[in-house]
């Protein structure tokens, strides 16, 4: 299972970091991604982390959000900086086994979600 936290309210240029932290699995052995889903909107990659610590951001939030991930707290993290309020959703951290590289940011790739958690920026 996997447990995301962190979310909260923020105005437009804050900051907040996402933690997802895995039970009953070593996330070491997995690439893990964050996705977001806006009201009325379908789910939009955000960000992933390889087994190997290569990232791949969306262009919406490259250069503002860093993923990372601490193998010994089986805990992937989301660092969101100079928040917007289109980031505004519920963000949810994901992942699979046997996902490839190029499966990343295909939402029906995943088969393992954690329970979500809203972010609002206000304006």
């Known amino acids: 299972q996997l447990q995301a936290s962190g979310g909260g309210l923020v105005q437009a240029g804050g900051s907040l970091r996402l933690s997802c932290t895995a039970s009953?699995?070593?996330?070491?052995?997995?690439?893990m991604t964050w996705f977001r889903q806006a009201l009325g909107k379908e789910h939009e990659f955000v960000a992933s982390i390889t087994r190997s610590r290569h990232t791949y951001y969306s262009d919406s939030v490259k250069g503002r959000f860093t993923i990372s991930r601490d193998n010994a707290k089986n805990t992937v993290y989301l660092q969101m900086n100079d928040l917007k309020p289109e980031d505004t959703a519920v963000y949810y951290c994901?992942?699979?086994?046997?996902?490839?590289?190029?499966?990343?940011?295909?939402?029906?790739?995943?088969?393992?979600w954690g329970q979500g958690t809203q972010v609002t920026v206000s304006s």
């Open positions: 009953g699995r070593t996330i070491s052995s997995y690439h």
């Open positions: 994901a992942t699979s086994a046997g996902l490839i590289i190029s499966s990343l940011g295909q939402k029906s790739a995943y088969n393992v």
